[in-house]
């Protein structure tokens, strides 16, 4: 497997491990190296079932309406298959279905002909007692071999990369969680970092740099004194 084309497709993962809002543009750059496949990360919670994260040239609506009315693992061969494999392993339509049977499924003809999706390849990442995630890829005209030993390639980067994501996000909710408690406290309250500039005031201190009454935010987000002369003074 070439490992320059494997970094190529997998580094955008890692940018958008950093930056939440760049997985759309990942998830495209991964469809186009395969024909321009439709791409999607999902996850699917045992209690709930699936539900989409991010996707590129998916329609959201359909999948939805997919996970309400085929998501349970009784009721969906698939997901069972899902459900017992390791995480990196490949899924390929065509290797479990033959085209004739495939034709007549109603998972294909409710959710993928409308989008004019043919084949699919489908990956579990990231796997723990309670679910996993995965990344799909659909297109119109069927997968090859050679692009199932592409996604099995990719997947371990595409493992790390959501395992980091999954990280950072759960340390921004708990940052998010204790600046909103700072909010609810009766004092001001300013964050600073070494330069003097804010990161965060509470509500109470945004009120007391609001009336400039002897501290304000001066250029750059930073403290000044609101007298500057008279405390020079």
């Known amino acids: 497997m070439d490992t320059d084309r494997v970094l190529s497709l997998t580094d955008p993962f890692h940018e958008a491990a950093l930056e939440p809002g760049l997985w759309p543009r990942a998830l495209a750059r991964l469809g186009d190296a395969f024909g321009g496949a439709s791409a999607l990360l999902a996850a699917n919670r045992h209690d709930i079932g699936p539900f989409l994260l991010e996707a590129a040239r998916c329609d959201p609506e359909l999948f939805a309406r997919f996970a309400a009315e085929h998501g349970s693992a009784e009721e969906n061969g698939y997901i069972r298959r899902l459900n017992a494999m390791r995480s990196g392993e490949v899924l390929w339509r065509r290797a479990v279905v033959q085209d004739r049977a495939w034709a007549s499924d109603p998972i294909y003809r409710k959710f993928l002909r409308p989008q004019q999706l043919w084949d699919g390849l489908v990956t579990p990442l990231v796997k723990d007692p309670g679910g996993y995630a995965v990344v799909g890829l659909y297109r119109a005209r069927a997968f090859e071999e050679g ?22 996000g ?64």
């Not at 099995?152 to 395992?163: D, F, K, S, V």
């Not at 330069?195 to 000044?224: F, K, S």
């Open 147 to 168: 692009e199932t030993a592409l996604l099995r390639a990719i997947a371990p980067h595409l493992q790390r990369a959501l395992q980091v994501a999954t990280r950072l």
């Open 170 to 233: 759960a340390l921004r909710d708990r940052l998010e969680a204790g600046l909103a408690a700072l909010d609810v406290l009766a004092p001001g309250i300013v964050l600073a970092d070494k330069a003097g500039r804010v990161l965060h005031a509470n509500a109470a201190a945004r009120a007391i740099l609001g009336e400039a009454d002897g501290l304000a935010l001066g250029r750059g987000g930073a403290l000044r004194t609101a007298r500057g002369a008279e405390a020079a003074a």
